[in-house]
């Protein structure tokens, strides 16, 4: 995803209602580590429980993403009651207790000022070595909340955590697919990191979604999603493969207005919070409030 950007929805010619299915749910803990598929998820009012909780920083508190350092691809991460854990092939692995608080830090994502907390130096010191620069561990502090840009929200109170503006992003696997057939050499959904896969809907339908129902949780779509050069790196070893999919996607794909391509759309979340999500779900496309 490229930096967000300001202004109003784009307007959409027809939007898309009926059902189709939530196919596959992603939980990115640290944010442009290596994501988890789970087969469920709570949704909390800042998208998937401890999606984008983590992140790495330099010594300053300023984000580090697969942008600059594309080794963050092979980190692995694991989540459970008690840690969460980083590990690579081939560099043993540090587990962070989810209980440490640590020491607070304000770090920088974008052009927003976060409240953070330090997740310790043997943290520190595994990342800072496996990633062969100086970096920090941090966690969101949700006392100060991080609200998405209302120029797209409509002026709901949307929060998120450390993804780059959104609480979640979802693609429709029959975009990927269209992607593909126009591809030398197909790619996996990963190189796009959604939280939601979905299935059941045309080439690019996603674009004229309005909300989605899934029981008691309701999302709106909200933005179109500009990708980076994340998407050109290989996500099971780091290697950055040249121009694709960015120099295709430019030739059908590209937004005027947001001055990149667009690749999936992301979603806030509006009523629900607290609700679970459940891969193999039906979803209920509906007209906004």
């Not at 179109?224 to 121009?243: K, L, M, N, S, Y």
């Amino acid at each position: 995803m490229a930096a967000p950007s300001g202004g109003p929805p784009l307007p959409t010619e027809k939007r898309n209602t009926g059902t189709f299915s939530l196919a596959a749910l992603h939980l990115y803990p640290v944010k442009s580590c290596r994501g988890i598929q789970v087969a469920e998820a709570t949704v909390t009012g800042a998208g998937l429980e401890h999606d984008r909780e983590w992140m790495v920083v330099t010594p300053q508190g300023r984000f580090v993403t697969q942008r600059e350092c594309p080794r963050l691809a092979t980190v692995r991460v694991a989540l459970d009651a008690g840690a969460l854990t980083l590990a690579a092939e081939g560099g043993g692995s540090v587990a962070v207790p989810l209980d440490l608080r640590g020491a607070p830090a304000e770090v920088t994502v974008w052009r927003d000022r976060c409240q953070a907390h330090d997740q310790g130096s043997e943290a520190a010191r595994w990342l800072s070595e496996w990633l062969q620069r100086p970096t920090r561990l941090v966690r969101f502090d949700p006392a100060r909340r991080r609200l998405s840009d209302p120029a797209w929200t409509g002026g709901v109170d949307a929060d998120n955590r450390f993804s780059d503006g959104f609480a979640l992003l979802a693609i429709s696997r029959a975009s990927l697919a269209d992607l593909n057939a126009r591809l030398a050499v197909p790619l996996a959904m990963n190189r796009f990191r959604p939280n939601l896969e979905l299935d059941g809907l045309p080439p690019y339908g996603e674009d004229q979604l309005e909300d989605l129902l899934a029981g008691a949780l309701r999302l709106r779509r909200v933005k179109p999603c500009t990708r980076c050069a994340i998407t050109t790196t290989d996500q099971a070893t780091g290697t950055v493969e040249g121009e694709e999919p960015l120099r295709t996607l430019r030739t059908y794909r590209w937004d005027p207005r947001l001055r990149g391509v667009t690749f999936g759309q992301n979603l806030i979340v509006v009523a629900g919070a607290g609700a679970r999500l459940c891969a193999g779900m039906e979803v209920l496309a509906v007209a906004a409030w």
